[in-house]
């Protein structure tokens, strides 16, 4: 199936034009619980958008892939959100601590972040549809790789969820099909798609979107509403739920808004603002999928004369003498994605188009869109959902020989004489056989089994890469120090490449490792 250039530009900048409406209308409500009566802009706006985080820290991400193109992945993503976020608070600040204490992706989103099952990843998953159009797999991985920076569970699943369903709209307009394709791509029992479901079988059951927002509130409570509204003035059947556990309900209300709207941008944004909690969010997805589906030109001048052409940041670092630039229109932004797609997508996906000016994009069609792991060719061993439902202690390394997964099994804090074991997966990049030798270099007086140096083969298969697994449990011992960063280093015999994986471990108390293995 072909996209043309005049109609992705459409679409790219009906995305960010819908995004900056949908977070403008809902800004005011954002934090608060209720069932609002919202039907325009509450603001004096004077032809400007309200900044909204939503929109500006997808910037950050513009330009690293500017940068890095398809090599873009969790630890770029991290030196940039380490630089360029500005926020400090909820996940923003854990990550940004994590982060500083050496902690890579998927740690700096997992741990000490109360706040990992929250809105900030499925809001940023814009940039990946518009830059994998007709590809939602593509644009998943992608959204798994900035998800799991400052995420984990739910908030990473509501990333990939969005993303998916949005590169998906580039090609295919059918709202109900849409969310199967989003749905095709994370845990069928998560809360993220029991809110999908939830709101569904209300739409489908004839229910008012004030039902449906009812139950979604009761099927997965978030807390997100409680934040700016005080409990006596709350339902009593709708509960809070725990703090930063948000991303089920909020993507709840944006299938709401999705449906209920029936197609009509103006009245989607606004049932999705007027079931409240996180409405810049909510409404601001919606906006962005329908400003995809019909392109720009889909939009009423109602929605787009209020708030112009500009996007406000509010939460990016910028300076002087940092070579990062911020798009200060919806066009420019657009602009700067169509310059980068054909070499993000590659020559076989873009054909230049000598007739006429832009190119051309070779996409997916309609019946492809949906993930379809259990038809995966046999001979490639690794699937999306694999992917995704690996631990959240697993860190990748893709090195030029081979690539490797080191799972740590639990979180990076040990203990005086206690083990704590390593999983080490490799996979041969090319079909040539590898001799590994593996070295950790370790802290005096420490003791690894098998033992500080150890050699393996890594075998190669016809028309499949060979892997391999080694299992190495350190055994840590007088510890003085808050902070240990020790390096597993791979050397492939004959070959000039080394890898060196750096692996930063934590020294707790054995006060603070009861109190949590009590709160679990």
């Not at 809110?195 to 739409?203: H, K, L, T």
């Not at 510890?479 to 707790?508: C, M, N, W």
Request: proline letters at 5%; aromatic letters at 12%; one cysteine or more.
């Amino acid at each position: 199936m072909e996209l043309s250039f005049k109609k992705y530009k459409s679409k790219v900048k009906g995305c960010w034009a819908g995004k900056n409406a949908g977070g403008t209308l809902g800004a005011p409500l954002e934090c608060l619980r209720g069932v609002f009566q919202v039907d325009f802009y509450q603001q004096e706006l004077k032809g400007e958008p309200i900044p909204n985080d939503d929109l500006d820290l997808q910037l950050i991400w513009l330009n690293a892939v500017e940068k890095y193109g398809r090599q873009t992945d969790s630890r770029i993503l991290g030196e940039y959100w380490n630089y360029f976020v500005v926020p400090r608070f909820a996940e923003y600040g854990s990550v940004k601590n994590n982060l500083a204490a050496g902690l890579v992706p998927p740690f700096s989103g997992y741990v000490n972040n109360d706040y990992r099952n929250s809105n900030g990843g499925f809001i940023l998953s814009e940039i990946w549809a518009c830059l994998a159009p007709g590809y939602p797999e593509m644009a998943a991985r992608y959204a798994y790789e900035d998800g799991i920076t400052a995420h984990a569970g739910e908030g990473l699943y509501a990333e990939v969820f969005c993303a998916s369903m949005e590169s998906a709209s580039f090609v295919e307009s059918d709202r109900e099909k849409l969310i199967d394709i989003g749905l095709s791509y994370i845990p069928e029992n998560c809360g993220v798609a029991k809110g999908v479901r939830a709101a569904r079988e209300c739409y489908h059951a004839g229910k008012t979107w004030e039902e449906a927002r009812k139950r979604v509130l009761q099927e997965v409570p978030g807390g997100f509403g409680a934040l700016g509204t005080f409990r006596e003035n709350m339902a009593p059947d709708e509960p809070v739920g725990e703090s930063g556990w948000d991303a089920p309900s909020a993507i709840g209300i944006v299938v709401i808004g999705l449906l209920y709207g029936e197609g009509d941008f103006g009245k989607s944004i606004c049932i999705a603002v007027n079931c409240g909690e996180d409405t810049d969010c909510t409404a601001a997805t919606v906006g962005s999928l329908l400003g995809i589906i019909g392109g720009i030109e889909s939009i009423p001048q109602k929605w787009l004369e209020p708030i112009g052409e500009s996007i406000k940041t509010c939460c990016v670092y910028t300076s002087d003498w940092v070579n990062f630039q911020i798009p200060k229109t919806v066009d420019e932004l657009t602009e700067r994605i169509l310059t980068i797609v054909p070499e993000f997508l590659g020559w076989q996906r873009c054909r230049f188009n000598t007739e006429e000016a832009g190119y051309t994009l070779t996409v997916l069609e309609a019946d492809q869109l949906i993930c379809h792991d259990q038809y995966i060719n046999p001979w490639h061993n690794r699937n999306f959902h694999a992917t995704l439902m690996e631990s959240p202690f697993a860190v990748h390394y893709d090195f030029l020989l081979y690539k490797v997964v080191l799972d740590y099994g639990r979180e990076p804090f040990i203990r005086e004489d206690e083990k704590y074991t390593f999983i080490l997966k490799l996979e041969n990049v090319y079909q040539f056989p590898q001799w590994l030798t593996f070295r950790w270099h370790l802290p005096a007086g420490w003791t690894v089994t098998p033992g500080r140096e150890v050699a393996c083969s890594l075998e190669s298969w016809y028309c499949a890469n060979g892997s391999e697994q080694r299992t190495f449990t350190l055994t840590p011992h007088d510890l003085t120090q808050a902070r240990y960063d020790i390096v597993l280093e791979i050397t492939s015999q004959g070959h000039h490449t080394k890898g060196f994986i750096p692996v930063v471990l934590y020294t707790d108390s054995r006060e603070n490792v009861a109190a949590k293995e009590e709160a679990l």
